[in-house]
């Protein structure tokens, strides 16, 4: 069965999206009239970016702690720490080929440009902050600052 109308249970997605489009649509169309609350959401848009920098920074500790103290309840700690080693030595390797060797390559095929000069802009996030609703902003913001991308397009 397909459930219909009120059956479905969640947030609308797309009404929100859709609403947020047609509003920021309406406000241009106001002119100078709609620049107060446009002004309002960039300043509320600022702030929440504060935010979510607070928390990026604060985050890693509160982790840190949660896995420490799984840590200690542990019986084997010899059999974590090996396994955890192969792990982060098998999600290293892959996070290099893939970024270091297949992005780059895919880049120069596509744009004929040197890949590696454009990375040196961006900001490096906090690995423990594996939302991309988290890195998102801060990315954003050192992409308009560091490679001077207009903010339009960012």
Known sequence: QIPVGSEVKGMNILGLVMFALVLGVALKKLGPEGEDLIRFFNSF???T???VTWIMWYVPIGIMFLVGSKIV???DIVLLVTSLGKYIFASILGHIIHGGIILPLIYFAATRQNPYQHPGGLCFIS???VSSS???PSMIK???EN???DKRIS
């Open 147 to 149: 490679n001077k991308v």
């Open 45 to 47: 848009n600022e702030a």
């Open 134 to 136: 988290a890195t998102l």
């Open 73 to 75: 309840e542990m019986e």
């Open 127 to 129: 690995p423990c902050s």
């Open 49 to 51: 970016m504060v935010l």
């Open 142 to 144: 050192c992409i308009e």
